[in-house]
């Protein structure tokens, strides 16, 4: 027997060794990675902006995902059943942004005794078991909260002279943990940026952010309003309250229902007391009213959300945990936009309305 054809033998039987060709004699290939994306949604902007991110983290890693969402964010019944669907798949991961965890804690038992590995996205599965959830791709919100002001903060600097002057923020609740952590964080940050420059600030309004800085001993006063209920009427008196005292010099929205009750005190776009000479307006969110706002300097800019990045980093630890990686909480951050690059490639594919 000539010796290339004998090492011809001998690969051979190495790749059977290591299970490189079946017992018909064809290459097998590596077992795929498939994980169930389940979203809260499917045809909002924002939720196709993460699933644009889940497939190119797909692409990268070579992995294959299914990404189903329900009809909007009140349909829980419908996200239960692309629960239990995607949990009878034996898939090696899921991805999910619950809508309620407590009407899927069932199916997040039934996943965990099958092994399979869940991420939390979004806004996660708050309250899950312990252990259920490996790790949550989704934004800081404080974090966000703080880069509002870190953007604000250098055009108020000259605003500040003798008189102590006012900013308000309109946070649509107090209770969501999403919206008071963009809330407390635009206001943590604001404090510290101006005691970096010895100045005194008072946190008056709602008790749940007040410090304890009386008004009276500062020299900027920032004033949280939330209304008594969320509907637009409620949002326009809350900024209408801020906007119409003569010391205010800003205002900060911190989502899209309370970006736009400032637009709406504001009386749309005419006659503006909003504007890069006037009061500063900054938002949180990207809806087309905001966005409007933005290109017409009604507002001096916004923060949005990075979608394709929590879907992304969802479907990178999904993947990560399949493969028995120990895994952590990603924060998927943050962008400020404003007129100069609200159309810019990086920016437009962020906004959603």
């Given at each position: 027997?000539k010796?290339?054809?004998?090492?011809?033998?001998?690969?051979?039987?190495?790749?059977?060794?290591?299970?490189?060709?079946?017992?018909?004699?064809?290459?097998?290939?590596?077992?795929?990675?498939?994980?169930?994306?389940?979203?809260k949604?499917?045809?909002?902007?924002?939720?196709?902006?993460?699933?644009?991110?889940?497939?190119?983290?797909?692409?990268?890693?070579?992995?294959?995902?299914?990404?189903?969402?329900?009809?909007?964010?009140?349909?829980?019944?419908?996200?239960?059943?692309?629960?239990?669907?995607?949990?009878?798949?034996?898939?090696?991961?899921?991805?999910?942004a619950?809508?309620?965890?407590?009407?899927?804690?069932?199916?997040?038992?039934?996943?965990?005794?099958?092994?399979?590995?869940?991420?939390?996205?979004?806004?996660?599965?708050?309250?899950?078991?312990?252990?259920?959830?490996?790790?949550?791709?989704?934004?800081?919100?404080?974090?966000?909260?703080?880069?509002?002001?870190?953007?604000?903060?250098?055009?108020?600097e000259?605003?500040?002279?003798?008189?102590?002057?006012?900013?308000?923020?309109?946070?649509?609740?107090?209770?969501?943990?999403?919206?008071?952590?963009?809330?407390?964080?635009?206001?943590?940050?604001?404090?510290?940026?101006?005691e970096?420059?010895?100045?005194?600030?008072?946190?008056?309004?709602?008790?749940?952010?007040?410090?304890?800085?009386?008004?009276?001993?500062?020299?900027?006063?920032?004033?949280?309003?939330?209304?008594?209920q969320?509907?637009?009427?409620?949002?326009?008196?809350?900024?209408?309250?801020?906007?119409?005292?003569?010391?205010?010099?800003?205002?900060?929205?911190?989502?899209?229902?309370?970006?736009?009750?400032?637009?709406?005190a504001?009386?749309?776009?005419?006659?503006?007391?909003?504007?890069?000479?006037?009061?500063?307006?900054?938002?949180?969110?990207?809806g087309?009213?905001?966005?409007?706002?933005?290109?017409?300097?009604?507002?001096?800019?916004?923060?949005?959300?990075?979608?394709?990045?929590?879907?992304?980093?969802?479907?990178?630890?999904?993947?990560?945990?399949?493969?028995?990686?120990?895994?952590?909480?990603?924060?998927?951050?943050?962008?400020?936009?404003d007129?100069?690059?609200?159309?810019?490639?990086?920016?437009?594919?962020?906004?959603?309305?």
């Amino acid at each position: 027997m000539k010796k290339s054809f004998k090492l011809a033998i001998a690969a051979f039987a190495s790749l059977l060794t290591l299970g490189g060709v079946s017992s018909t004699g064809f290459v097998a290939h590596a077992e795929e990675t498939r994980v169930e994306v389940i979203a809260k949604g499917f045809q909002h902007d924002f939720w196709k902006a993460v699933n644009k991110g889940a497939e190119k983290a797909a692409g990268e890693l070579g992995a294959k995902i299914n990404f189903v969402g329900p009809q909007n964010e009140t349909a829980i019944a419908e996200q239960l059943e692309q629960l239990n669907n995607a949990i009878n798949k034996n898939p090696k991961a899921i991805a999910l942004a619950a809508l309620d965890t407590e009407a899927e804690l069932d199916a997040i038992n039934m996943a965990l005794s099958k092994n399979i590995p869940i991420i939390g996205f979004d806004s996660g599965v708050p309250g899950a078991p312990e252990g259920a959830i490996k790790a949550t791709a989704s934004t800081d919100n404080h974090a966000a909260g703080g880069n509002a002001a870190e953007h604000l903060f250098p055009m108020l600097e000259g605003k500040v002279k003798d008189k102590p002057v006012r900013i308000g923020v309109i946070s649509q609740e107090a209770n969501s943990l999403s919206i008071t952590q963009r809330t407390s964080g635009f206001i943590d940050k604001m404090v510290e940026l101006f005691e970096k420059k010895g100045v005194k600030v008072a946190v008056v309004g709602h008790d749940k952010f007040k410090n304890n800085v009386a008004e009276a001993d500062a020299k900027v006063i920032i004033e949280v309003r939330v209304p008594a209920q969320v509907d637009d009427a409620a949002g326009k008196t809350e900024a209408s309250t801020v906007l119409e005292k003569e010391d205010t010099i800003a205002i900060y929205g911190s989502n899209e229902f309370a970006a736009k009750a400032i637009i709406n005190a504001n009386g749309g776009f005419s006659e503006s007391k909003l504007g890069a000479d006037k009061i500063l307006a900054v938002g949180f969110d990207s809806g087309a009213l905001q966005q409007d706002a933005i290109r017409k300097g009604i507002f001096v800019g916004s923060v949005t959300q990075d979608p394709i990045q929590i879907g992304y980093q969802a479907v990178k630890l999904a993947v990560e945990a399949a493969q028995g990686k120990e895994v952590k909480d990603v924060d998927t951050g943050s962008k400020w936009y404003d007129a100069k690059n609200i159309d810019s490639d990086e920016i437009k594919a962020l906004l959603y309305e």
